[in-house]
């Protein structure tokens, strides 16, 4: 979900967010509003909780 935002990273196969989109660390980003519906998606669907939104 979202792979405009979010990419998986080739060594460890975990997601990471788009260099594009990066604030510095790879999973820590800035969502541009015109993706941020797919990204709330992507947090509602993960299995595991890994994706959190703040506003």
Request: aromatic share 6%; with cysteine.
């Amino acid at each position: 979900m979202a792979p405009n935002f979010f990419e998986q990273n080739p060594d460890d196969g975990k997601s990471q967010i788009v260099e594009q989109y990066r604030a510095g660390d790879p999973t820590v980003g800035n969502a541009p509003d015109e993706l941020l519906n797919d990204i709330k998606s992507a947090a509602e669907g993960c299995p595991v909780g890994a994706i959190k939104i703040e506003e």
